[in-house]
Nanobody
Framework: QIRLVESGGGLVQAGDSLRLSCAAS????????MAWFRQAPGKERELVASVRWSVGRTYYADSVKGRFTISRDSARKTMYLQMNNLKSEDTATYSC????????????WGQGTQVTVSS
């Protein structure tokens, strides 16, 4: 089993930066991809960014391109989301997730961390 623990959320002002971390433990050798999702009140969950664990290929939602950077440290089994130039519309609960080898969707989730951006 794989377990995920997020950290790094908080309350910031528009234009500020935050870095989220997602530490994985357990059967991390079975990870195919990791991703950050977010969900704001009254809105559907949105895929923000993802990274293929072995090759590092990344994906970004249009809404965060040029502002957010996803990365991973294989040795530390940790994924990061560097968020710059934050906007009020980035306010949401951010969750990390894992797609395991042989799975076609993200099926393991962290507990989530709140990001609030005041304008």
């Amino acid at each position: 089993q794989i377990r995920l623990v997020e950290s790094g959320g908080g309350l910031v002002q528009a234009g500020d930066s935050l870095r989220l971390s997602c530490a994985a433990s357990g059967r991390t050798d079975r990870m195919y991809a990791m991703a950050w999702f977010r969900q704001a009140p009254g809105k559907e969950r949105e895929l923000v960014a993802s990274v293929r664990w072995s090759v590092g290929r990344t994906y970004y939602a249009d809404s965060v391109k040029g502002r957010f950077t996803i990365s991973r440290d294989s040795a530390r089994k940790t994924m990061y989301l560097q968020m710059n130039n934050l906007k009020s519309e980035d306010t949401a609960t951010y969750s990390c997730a894992v797609q395991g080898l042989g799975y076609d969707s993200y099926h393991i989730w962290g507990q989530g961390t709140q990001v609030t951006v005041s304008s």
